[in-house]
């Protein structure tokens, strides 16, 4: 499916997918009076048309619809737009199955629309402001890191798709070289909030880096765990 190029963001344009026309209807009406526009679509077949004629900065997807599997939908979206999956109170294995194939976050229903607008605002925050001044190029383990582009290139030259996600985090395990950073800390640095006891998210996100930048992903040895606490980039890194 063909993505139109995005802008610089003005007012934030969200494509909301939700089959329920009431919670719909709420969200949408308080995220426009937060400064949020928002496309809405009642199932996949009304997404992928409003994709196809409209640019938008952020899909919050909803992963039960009447026409289709959100994580569908989710598989076949690009990486270039950062999405948030919603799902209900209970469907943790939804969650996990959402990130891996690369939300940027998720929310459960029933949200509070506060954390909803802080959610959607970190994700923006990541997807379209860059970290540093113009030529940071960081190199490790075969690796370049463009922390102004937010771009990495692997060992022959490619450049690698990362989710904004995917990212923020790698580039955080990067800026501590060689130290162990926390859950909390690497949450932190996605989220700007600490892991809740059964939050996998950051698990998750290690484990498609790992397929992505690991010389051979079932025996890690850039990113390694350190069981209990987190994790650490276990490489040298130069400019």
């Given amino acids: 499916m063909a993505v ?34 928002c496309h809405m679509a009642a199932g ?10 409209e640019v938008v900065d952020l899909i919050l997807l909803d992963l039960g619809l009447p026409d ?42 029933p949200f509070d629309y506060r954390e909803l607008l802080a959610r959607i605002h970190s994700v923006l925050r990541r997807a379209q402001r860059p970290l540093v001044p113009a030529g940071h190029v960081l190199r490790f383990d075969g690796l370049l890191l463009d922390a102004s582009a937010r771009v990495v290139f692997d060992r022959d030259g490619d450049a690698i798709r990362l989710t904004s996600a995917e990212f923020d985090l790698l580039y955080a ?13 690497l949450m932190n640095a996605l989220h700007g909030r600490d892991a809740g006891p059964f939050d996998r998210a950051i698990d998750v996100h290690i484990g498609r880096l790992r397929r992505k930048l690991e010389r051979d992903p079932s025996q890690p040895q850039l990113i390694q765990a350190t069981r209990g606490v987190g994790y650490r980039l276990a490489a040298s890194v130069s400019m």
């Fill in 4 to 37: 139109l190029e995005r802008p610089l963001i003005a007012r934030p344009r969200i494509l909301l997918v939700e089959d329920d026309a009431a919670v719909a209807g709420l969200t949408a009406r308080f995220l426009q009076n937060h400064g949020i526009e």
């Fill in 173 to 185: 395990l990067v800026q501590a070289a060689g130290k162990v950073q926390s859950r909390d800390q």
């Fill in 44 to 53: 996949v077949a009304a997404a992928e048309q409003c994709l196809s004629r």
């Fill in 68 to 109: 289709g599997d959100g994580l569908t939908m989710l598989r076949r979206q690009s990486s270039q737009i950062p999405v948030i999956v919603v799902t209900g109170r209970g469907d943790s294995v939804d969650r996990v199955v959402g990130l891996e194939l690369g939300a940027d976050d998720y929310v459960a229903k």
